[in-house]
Structure formats: structure tokens, C-alpha cells
T-cell receptor, first 114, second 113 residues
Framework: EAQVTQNPRYLITVTGKKLTVTCSQN?????MSWYRQDPGLGLRQIYYSMNVEVTDKGDVPEGYKVSRKEKRNFPLILESPSPNQTSLYFC?????????????FGNGTRLTVT | AQSVTQPDIHITVSEGASLELRCNYSYGATPYLFWYVQSPGQGLQLLLK??????LVQGIKGFEAEFKRSQSSFNLRKPSVHWSDAAEYFC???????????FGAGTTVTVRA
């Protein structure tokens, strides 16, 4: 089954404790991206990757890092989480960044930073 | 700058009634347009998309959307809603020159019996 898998689904952590949210897709998609969803703001893009070893900042990249060492994986790293990063995070992938490539989303990771 | 506006934060509709969700965008050229649905605890699922051609597009689950260039709108409709349509709906716009993607803030739909 074609899917985007994120882990964990829920995560509670404390300020400053490094964490990684994993994302994997089995569709051989070139394009992957991370979003955060906050009430009233919709989804905002954090980082995206056009292909292996190619990553770029989205609209809200501050406080986040990503890597793309393999085509299928695109982890999101928070080196020193802060309470304002409490949010619902989604990973997504598509064949390409072109407009005719709809995104496939994971089921989300709800992160709470205390 | 590109923006996507969904004017209605929350809509309540009776089961069997019609539904229309509004989406407006600000962008000079015709963008690529999408509607996604998010059920509770789930990721977003594509309902339909518009790239070019016929301005009325059909999607999954009985939804359709109409692109109106003069109004910069891409409104989503369903003639008769089912209780399972209760969800949050997002309009998304991709700029045709640089493929920049933007989402609207979302509209939550509640379906009452």
C-alpha cells in the first residue's frame, strides 16, 4: 500500500531536549516536505526536498533541521525544542514539485513541548 | 505575495443538505488549485484538483469545484452531505511560475443529523 509513515504519532518533551520525527514514503517520490498545522493558520511549510541531498527552507524553518540521505526518508530534527514548536506536524511527498503532483500526507505527529 | 483565503472558519450543515466552501486566492496568473480533506486524527487527502480546461472539476466522495478566473475563486460543493463528510477542508494553491504552494487556513464542517 502506497503510504507516508510518520513516527511517533504523539510526542511530549521538555524544552531543549533534542528530538527527531521520522518520515518514510514507499512511492519512490522525489519531492518530500514538512508542514506544521496550527489553529487558524492552516499548514505552513517548514522545509522541503526536491531529491536526495537537496533540501531548502520553506516559510517557517527557524528551529528545525532536515536531512535527505535516502530517497524514501526525510526526518525532521528539532535540536533544541521550545514551547512555540508545540504543534501538529505533517510529512508529505509527491512525484515532483510541479503543480500537477498532488501531495500524499502522513497521519501527523502531535508534538507538545513543555 | 500569494495568499489563500477561506472566509468561513466553521460551517454547520444538516445531513442531506447542500454544502459550499469558499476559497479565494491572490495571484496574477492561473495557479494550480487543490482541495484536501482532513478527517479527525488523519492526514490530508486529496479531493480534487484543477490545472486547466473545464472549469468544473469532479472529485472523490461526490465533491466538485468550480474555478472562476474573474473572481479568483475555487469553491467546493457537494449537493447532499453525509455525516461522514464532517471534517476540515483545506484549499491549496500552487503558483505556476515557481510552484510555490500555499494552504488556506481551513474550514471545519460539522454535519448535524
Amino acid at each position: 500500500e502506497a503510504q507516508v509513515t510518520q513516527n511517533p504519532r504523539y510526542l511530549i518533551t521538555v524544552t531543549g531536549k533534542k528530538l527527531t520525527v521520522t518520515c518514510s514514503q514507499n512511492m519512490n517520490h522525489e519531492y518530500m516536505s514538512w508542514y506544521r498545522q496550527d489553529p487558524g493558520l492552516g499548514l505552513r511549510q517548514i522545509y522541503y526536498s526536491m531529491n536526495v541531498e537537496v533540501t531548502d527552507k520553506g516559510d517557517v524553518p527557524e528551529g528545525y533541521k532536515v536531512s535527505r540521505k535516502e530517497k524514501r526518508n526525510f526526518p525532521l530534527i528539532l535540536e533544541s525544542p521550545s514551547p512555540n514548536q508545540t504543534s501538529l506536524y505533517f510529512c508529505a511527498s509527491s512525484r515532483g514539485q510541479g503543480g500537477d503532483s498532488p501531495l500524499h500526507f502522513g497521519n501527523g505527529t502531535r508534538l507538545t513541548v513543555t | 505575495a500569494q495568499s489563500v483565503t477561506q472566509p468561513d472558519i466553521h460551517i454547520t450543515v444538516s445531513e442531506g443538505a447542500s454544502l459550499e466552501l469558499r476559497c479565494n486566492y491572490s495571484y496574477g496568473a492561473t495557479p494550480y488549485l487543490f482541495w484536501y480533506v482532513q478527517s479527525p486524527g488523519q492526514g490530508l487527502q486529496l479531493l480534487l484538483k484543477y490545472f486547466s480546461g473545464d472549469t468544473l472539476v469532479q472529485g472523490i466522495k461526490g465533491f466538485e469545484a468550480e474555478f472562476k478566473r474573474s473572481q479568483s475563486s475555487f469553491n467546493l460543493r457537494k449537493p447532499s452531505v453525509h455525516w461522514s463528510d464532517a471534517a476540515e477542508y483545506f484549499c491549496a494553491v500552487v503558483r505556476s511560475n515557481d510552484y510555490k504552494l500555499s494552504f488556506g487556513a481551513g474550514t471545519t464542517v460539522t454535519v448535524r443529523a
